[in-house]
């Protein structure tokens, strides 16, 4: 089974960029037809899907927060990165990867991480 853990800071200055890595194990990041997501919940509000990465690489985003995001990964750690750049505290949330088989079909999710952004 696909296991993910997301890591990265838990607190972030205003104005800075933030970034995440989840690492995958038990299966390929490159194995299709899996996608692998970013999503986050903040406080008092419900899941934001941010972007994914393909098994083939191709990325896709959220149009609300596409300016400021990139996922890219590393097919040698079997990792991708979230950055998110110009944070505020309206960022401040519990960021989660995920996998997708496609068509909404959801498979495993890592177990979060807290991100605070101090203005």
């Known amino acids: 089974q696909v296991q993910l853990q997301e890591s990265g800071p838990g607190l972030v200055k205003s104005s800075q960029t933030l970034s995440l890595t989840c690492t995958v194990s038990g299966g390929s990041i490159t194995t299709s037809p899996y996608y692998w997501h970013w999503i986050r919940r903040a406080p008092g509000k419900g899941l934001e899907w941010m972007g994914l990465i393909s098994a083939s690489g191709t990325t896709g985003y959220s149009p609300s927060l596409k300016s400021r995001t990139s996922i890219s990964r590393d097919t040698s750690k079997n990792q991708f990165t979230l950055q998110l750049t110009f944070v505020t505290p309206e960022d401040t949330a519990v960021y989660y990867c995920?996998?997708?088989?496609?068509?909404?079909?959801?498979?495993?999710w890592g177990r979060g991480t807290q991100v605070s952004v101090s203005s």
């Open positions: 995920a996998n997708e088989i496609g068509g909404g079909t959801w498979l495993s």
